[in-house]
């Protein structure tokens, strides 16, 4: 053995010396960087790299555990907050909401007594009445729900889009009727009960959707609107006498009898007045309802019974009037702008199309003088409006009206269409009816409860 052999001898005897003009590059290791990056595969370091891992494996294990617990905190706060905020948010918002008194000496207002109605500043609240029928406001008391325009999305929509709009408006049914589950008694839809109604196919199609708006929605009274059988122009006989069959209609008219309370119920895609065959037949179920209110005539059965739905209240007093559309107006200048879920700006100043946003001026004249009605509610805008018709347009003689003639537009009730929806609460009896407004969570309010909690786990320390 040499003398540099016997100086190195970890030196493989057989390995050729390295060449005198050959340097060797020295890499610097950096603490970022793993020193087996820059050995090669004949450098014998397992057992060195073995014991650095073992060396680690408990500040590894450490370091696991930590943050498996914190994610596991996390966790349960975030279901914490969803729980909140899609369940027990809705019923504590909603709490408060009961349905009104038809009691005018609750209201504060002088004006109430001599004027037979009252409403609130913000509309949120009112009352009309028969000023000569004071000792008897609660004969046949009987409660209501009104709400408008859900839209049930169809089968080929987005899942998750679907889920959230469609979950919270069941959550916000079921709250309202259980908060006043003692007095409730019935509910009823203005129309719009999907949002492509009109496309779904015959068959195993359209009952899937049917089934499923009586699980999100049920016993509840629904009127046809443009989204279910689509506008006048486009709409045929078959698909109103589909959805009519589905939904426990009689015809584009009748007088529905609930919980012994007459309601005229009108399919406003019939009152076009276009002059087409369903319009024409509108007419005629219209002149057969005031004949058989008003006038005791119209002694065919089979003619009644197409219009007559329920057990008919026979006391001599003016029907509530719901239908889809509301009755002619130019546009929604003419409405307040005090309430949180009247129309925007832009919505306030369109001008409404005959037949399309409004039934036809000479429609709702004839509506008004067959009918007779004592209070109107409709849906269609997805904004909230009360206005004033003149009393005198029902008519004068046995079944004028003492107290002023309201029409109640009822916002939408899904946040796919507005941000904050709304309901009505109402009272009814045979000498006066009185309404109260309630608000479901605001979608905003979810979302920022959402953000809110997300900003805390992500920057605060558990």
Known sequence: ???????????????????????????????????????????????????SIQRNVPKIFKLFKFNLKTMFKKLVILSLVSLYCHFLHFFIIQFKCEFPDLNPYTKNDDSTISDAFYVSKDESEGLVYNPDELQNLNQNLQHFMLFSDPHLLGPNVNFFDKLWHEHHMKISYESARWNQRKLFHQVMILGDIFDWGMFLKHGQEFDDQVNHFHEIFPNAHALLGNHDVAFPVHTNTYRISRMNAAMGR?????????????????????????????????????????????????????????????????????????????????????????????????????????????????????????????????????????????????????????????????????????????????????????????????????????????????????
Not at 313 to 325: C, Y
């Open 1 to 51: 053995m040499s003398e540099r052999d016997a100086k190195n001898p970890d030196l493989n005897v057989h390995q050729k010396p390295i060449h005198p003009k050959v340097t060797i590059m020295h890499v610097k290791k950096t603490s970022s960087l793993p020193s087996t990056l820059f050995l090669r595969k004949h450098d014998i370091i397992q057992p060195n790299f073995l014991k």
């Open 250 to 462: 009689r015809s584009l008219a009748e007088v529905l009898t609930v919980s012994n309370q007459n309601f005229v119920v009108l399919n406003s895609v019939g009152a076009s007045g276009d002059g087409s065959d369903i319009s024409k037949e509108f007419d005629r179920k219209l002149d057969s309802i005031g004949r058989i209110l008003f006038e005791n005539g119209l002694k065919s059965e089979k003619v009644r019974a197409s219009i007559i739905n329920g057990t008919l209240n026979q006391t001599p007093n003016n029907p509530i009037l719901v239908q889809h559309f509301p009755l002619w107006r130019h546009d929604d200048s003419i409405c307040s702008t005090k309430p949180p879920d009247t129309a925007n700006a832009h919505d306030r100043f369109y001008v409404n199309k005959p037949a399309r946003e409004a039934v036809p001026p000479a429609i709702s004249k004839n509506i008004l003088e067959k009918i007779k009605p004592r209070i109107i509610f409709s849906g269609h805008t997805h904004n909230w409006c009360l206005r004033e018709f003149d009393r005198s347009s029902v008519g004068a003689g046995k079944m004028e009206l003492k107290h002023p003639l309201f029409e109640l537009s009822v916002p939408s009730f899904s946040w796919r269409n507005r941000n904050n929806p709304s309901y009505l609460m109402v009272s009814v009896s045979d000498h006066g009816v009185g309404w109260k407004k309630c608000f479901v969570p605001k979608q905003s309010t979810i979302v920022g409860i959402y953000v809110v909690t997300l900003l805390i786990l992500f920057f605060v320390k558990l």
